[in-house]
């Protein structure tokens, strides 16, 4: 199985800071790699695919990058309504696995 | 417009079995490249892949759960379920059914099961 390993593992951070998520994987996944959002109740939102596609109505405040085995989720200017989970996600292989998750709070 | 909803029973007693349905429109699972997967979610907790199965009728499954999962398509009802045997108070979670292509880009809303005597 293919690791997934996220940080941090919560972050806090204030409206319009930059802030960066990491997600490193035990093997290549060349770009096979989502990231989700996911609010308190809610089902995940997918925001990036493939490393850096940016899914369709998600700001561009959020961009991804990365290959092979270390990526990041950038929101270049939190705004109020990203405080949530994020978590990364490996289609390269099954088992699918998922990242452990980021908690981004408020500070 | 692509939607999914979970359906199933909120309770279930251990070493029941649990059968969950999956009810989709918006897209057909005979599309070339398109899977429906099931995630769960116990609270507090991260997400974890149950199972998939493609348009070609392949199914994949998570190895730490597969002796227990089985999941089908029902093309003509737009359909897919997953039934879990031998159920344990630890596979209490909400369970996502998602449409994949790349990524899992549409989500049910969920359902919380609680495994429970």
């Known amino acids: 199985d293919i690791q997934m390993t996220q940080s941090p593992s919560s972050l806090s951070a204030s409206v319009g800071d930059r802030v960066t998520i990491t997600c490193r994987t035990s093997q290549t996944i060349r770009n096979y790699l989502n990231w989700y959002q996911q609010k308190s109740g809610k089902a995940p939102q997918l925001l990036i695919s493939?490393?850096?596609i940016l899914q369709s109505g998600v700001p561009s405040r959020f961009s991804g990058s990365g290959s092979g085995t270390d990526f990041t989720l950038t929101i270049s200017s939190l705004q109020p309504e990203d405080f949530a989970t994020y978590y990364c996600?490996?289609?390269?292989?099954?088992?699918?696995?998922f990242g452990q998750g980021t908690r981004l709070e408020i500070k | 417009q692509i939607t999914l909803k979970e359906s199933g029973p909120t309770l279930v007693k251990p070493r029941q079995p649990l059968t969950l349905t999956c009810t989709f429109s918006g897209f057909s699972l005979n599309t070339t490249g398109v899977s429906v997967g099931w995630i769960r979610q116990p609270p507090g907790k991260a997400l974890e892949w149950l199972a998939l199965i493609y348009w070609d009728d392949d199914t994949r499954y998570n190895p730490s759960l597969m002796s227990r999962l089985t999941i089908t398509k029902d093309t003509s009802k737009n359909q897919v379920v997953v039934t879990m045997t031998n159920t344990d108070p630890v596979d209490t979670a909400t369970y996502f059914c998602?449409?994949?292509?790349?990524?899992?880009?549409?989500w049910g809303q969920g359902t919380l099961v609680t495994i429970s005597s």
């Open positions: 998602a449409h994949n292509y790349w990524g899992f880009d549409y």
């Open positions: 493939a490393g850096y």
């Open positions: 996600q490996q289609s390269f292989s099954t088992p699918i696995t």
